[in-house]
């Protein structure tokens, strides 16, 4: 975790302070819808379908369980009772009043959360793998990298009104569960021949209404010269960034556009001219933000402890087992995913009683920490292998402990036209009616691992061109249909899907993912063929004939 400091807390002191000013003129009428939306925006707040929505950044996807409790609190005190996790690590609280924002990000502020940048057209929050400084993967903790470039882009004054949004994504692991090719600028930290710390970067990547994969521009670059790196790639778009179309405005434009070669040399040459300066990072610095990150004092403990032996023999703690738990770097230790998918309720959302469970079992069982990832469910990094079976116990108690992840049924999607004033179609009762329909855990797992995601529209806040079933919800004639895609993927072999055909209606859809699915077990080479590798042997064709046929 990291350790906040006066400054930090002032500073969002000052900010709630602002805001609640803010608000008073737009309650009494001095300031008009118009001129309270960019002020609204830079703290988070959006306007939604039926009532202000607030998004509250996750640095870096994690949490202390003082924290995960505010948030609870905040969702049964000014929201309904529930919040929704998305998949760039921030929570959404949909239901707020406007008159009573600036209490909820004043109760928030002070244990150090906030919404700001979590909107408008500047660097959004950073994220990283979820696992991070837990598994035996990485070659350093990424954290600390993101809160470099948090502190570095918080307020920057000349890339506070960008072209468009922008979006940075860090990555330690050989497998990538930050999705870095899809961003803005993909960071994947590794070590070069020599042993020292880097950075290969990519550009150009992202979703939406144009989506494309990254494009790697530097193998290698020095970990102590990322700031001056990044200023040059941000001064680049800056200044050539589309700002006459809404549509053509993000970097992967500007990127396709000139190409990669060409925006490369653009970035070299600007960066040439400031590498020495300021912004280079000194061993100091690094060691300075690092030393402010607390790390749990592990036990000496054994792997595989005979409770945990014990436990295992119970087959429902043994399936979770299976589905949830990872291998952590320190022996007798593991690492915790926990769904946010039980059959039937909305992807992603927790409720501030089950926040509550999560933060005490943190704080019983994790060091006090929680993480969140890109695909809407919780992470207990730290947990004592001799924990396990009282972690499920109570987890199950509490109805967090579906053993889907990475199935069929474990779906990512955004809220859709639910909430979202810009969506053309729903997506939390397509993903709903889709989990029933493999809601069997064993038919599930004769699946495998199998991942569908739902953007209500082009925006693609649900990721679906990176799924490995991508549906994207579509208007025609004011009805709602939905077109699909087979083959996406978000890690480190990052693709986008293919689409399979006509888009369909949306009675039609759940029923034509039973057959994709049931198509996909028929001609799969074997049971060790996952979906994504059967759709890349075969492409989509074989799925296509047979699934439009009985549609």
Known sequence: MYAYDEFDRAFLAERVAEFRDQV????????????????????????????????????????????????????????????????????????????ELPEAMASLAEVGVHGIQTSGNCIRNVTTDQWAAATPEECDDPRIWAEILRQYSTLHPEFTYLPRKFKIAITAAGHDRAAIKVHDVGLRLHRNEAGE?????????????????GKSIR?????????????????????????????KARIKILVHEIGAEEFSKA?????????????????????????????????????????????????????????????????????????????????GDATADQMDVVADLAERYGFGEIRVGHEQNLCLPHVAQQDLPALWAALDAAGLATPNVNLVNDIIACPGLDYCALANARAIPVAQEIA????????????????????????????????????????????????????????????????????????QVPGLIEDVVDTYLELRAGPQELFIDTVARLGVEPFKERVYASH
């Open 24 to 99: 008073g003129r737009r309650l009494s009428g001095a300031l008009s819808e118009d001129e309270f939306k960019p002020l609204r925006l830079m703290n988070g707040v959006y306007l939604q379908l039926h009532a202000y929505m607030l998004r509250v950044a996750i640095p870096y996807g994690t949490l202390s369980a003082a924290q995960l409790r505010r948030m609870a609190h905040v969702a049964r005190t000014y929201d309904r009772g529930y919040g929704h996790f998305t998949t760039r690590q921030n929570i959404q609280f949909n239901w707020i009043k406007l008159d």
């Open 197 to 213: 710390l880097g950075f290969e970067v990519l550009v150009g990547g992202g979703l939406g209404r144009t989506p494309f994969v």
């Open 219 to 247: 193998d290698f670059l020095p970990a102590r010269e990322l700031l001056s790196y990044i200023e040059a790639i941000m001064r680049v778009y800056n200044q050539y960034g589309r700002r006459d179309n809404i549509y």
């Open 267 to 347: 970035v070299e040459a600007e960066w040439a001219a400031i590498r020495d300066g300021a912004l280079h990072l000194t061993d100091e610095m690094i060691a300075d933000i690092r030393a402010r990150f607390i790390y749990p004092a592990f036990a000496a403990l054994e792997n595989e402890p005979a409770v945990l032996a014990e436990a295992l023999k119970d087959s429902r703690f043994a399936t979770w087992h299976r589905n949830s738990v990872q291998a952590h770097k320190v022996p007798g230790y593991s690492i915790v995913t926990i769904s946010l998918k039980p059959v039937g309720a909305p992807p």
């Open 436 to 507: 029933k329909r493999f809601s069997d855990l064993d038919r599930a797992r004769g699946v495998g691992r199998l991942h569908i995601n739902i953007s209500g529209c082009i925006n693609a806040c649900g990721h679906h061109h990176v799924g490995h079933i991508g549906i994207l919800g579509v208007e025609k004639n004011g009805q709602e249909f939905y077109q699909i895609t087979l083959g996406g993927r978000a890690d480190e072999h990052a693709q986008l899907g293919t689409l399979l055909g006509p888009a369909v209606s949306y009675e």
